[in-house]
């Protein structure tokens, strides 16, 4: 009897085992799946937004009304650093990722249409 008790207390393991497998592939396969969409729209974006040529003047008055609190009026810091140059030290698509992200705190992400978005880029730019 200890024969089949033990075959029956393996299959019992292997059932649970197997539960676990499928239980764990598809949080995975979920995870993945989230972060391939959310990357697919994340480039989709930038690409949008690169293509339009936007406006430094346009630009300047979205960075007055959002910008101005911790990167100063002239962009040369206060909380947030200094943004001379800062085109120089990433390129427009870390700058995006920064924007819309807000990847290094105390910075906010920032929901912005890739119009806008182009307009900001143009004004970063002349601030070199």
């Known amino acids: 009897m200890s024969t089949s008790s033990s075959t029956a207390a393996e299959r019992d393991f292997k059932k649970t085992l197997l539960k676990i497998v499928f239980i764990v592939f598809g949080v995975l396969l979920i995870c993945f799946l989230i972060f391939f969409v ?3 729209e994340n480039n ?8 339009f040529n936007g406006s430094v003047e346009d630009g300047n008055a979205l960075f007055k009304t ?5 990167h100063g009026i002239t962009g040369r810091g206060l909380v947030g650093p ?3 140059s800062i085109t120089q030290r990433l390129n427009d698509k870390e700058i995006i990722k920064q924007v819309t992200g807000g990847l290094t705190p105390p ?3 920032f929901e912005i249409d890739p119009v806008n978005m ?4 143009k004004y970063l730019h002349s601030l070199e």
């Not at 959002?66 to 911790?70: D, I, S, T």
């Open 38 to 40: 959310n990357h697919h």
């Open 44 to 51: 989709k974006y930038i690409i949008e937004t690169l293509e």
């Open 66 to 70: 959002n910008c101005v609190g911790c």
């Open 82 to 84: 200094d943004l001379h």
């Open 107 to 109: 910075m906010p992400s």
């Open 118 to 121: 182009s307009n900001l880029l």
